[in-house]
């Protein structure tokens, strides 16, 4: 089945580590988006990218990295200059910009 | 910031038809509506757009008033696994545009047996 995947499901982290969040479709998708979700909030976006080797800030991407070196991946990091990293992490890709977002199903993020 | 209002709540009985009010009064000619519902700890799914005509799939209707500056969102016979928060947002398309979402903070259904 095509979709999106995000791996971990969970993830504990100490502060002060940078931490990496796994996104991969296999949908065949050209865009790609990170959201970030805190509790009895709406998704905010960190990072996205519409083609490969190519990415743009979204409205927090202060203590965030990306990449986009191939299509069906866009792997996040979280690094140590993220003040607040607990979260709920959110992937989604749509095949251009005016079909859809598909979703993964998260990964929560701890960090203590 | 989000372009739409919804309100925070709402209950509906099951088996019931659910009504999901939104407003986008700034909406530009170019801006669709999009409906996205997110149960918890789960991915938002989505579940329909539109520009100005009514849209209906096997998962809802969404019907646009004339002047396109509200909405509603119709779940025809609400399950109890309808239970979720709903989003309503508008979003620009077209070629030159990056294609993101802008969440607002949804609507809560609850609905009940």
């Known amino acids: 089945d095509g979709g999106i995947t995000q791996s971990p499901k969970y993830l504990f982290r100490k502060e002060g580590q940078n931490v990496t969040l796994s996104c991969e479709q296999n949908l065949n998708h050209d865009a790609m988006y990170w959201y970030r979700q805190d509790p009895g909030q709406g998704l905010r976006l960190i990072y996205y990218?519409?083609?490969?080797?190519?990415?743009q800030k979204g409205d927090i991407a202060e203590g965030y990295s990306v990449s986009r070196e191939k299509k069906e991946s866009f792997p996040l990091t979280v690094t140590s200059a993220q003040k607040n990293p607990t979260a709920f992490y959110l992937c989604?890709?749509?095949?251009?910009?005016?079909?859809?977002?598909?979703f993964g199903n998260g990964t929560r993020l701890t960090v203590t | 910031d989000a372009k739409t209002t919804q309100p925070p709540s709402m209950d509906c009985a099951e088996g019931r038809a659910a009504n999901l009010p939104c407003n986008h009064s700034t909406i530009s000619g170019n801006e669709y509506v999009y409906w996205y519902r997110q149960i918890h700890s789960q991915g938002p799914q989505y579940i329909i757009h539109g520009l100005k005509n009514n849209e209906t799939n096997e998962m809802a209707s969404l019907i646009i008033t004339e002047d396109r500056k509200s909405s509603t969102l119709i779940l025809p016979h609400a399950t109890l696994r309808d239970t979720a928060v709903y989003y309503c947002i508008v979003r620009v398309t077209g070629s030159s545009n990056t294609g993101k979402l802008i969440f607002g903070q949804g609507t809560t259904l609850q609905v009940k047996p």
């Open positions: 989604a890709s749509c095949r251009q910009t005016n079909s859809p977002l598909h």
């Open positions: 990218s519409q083609i490969v080797n190519d990415f």
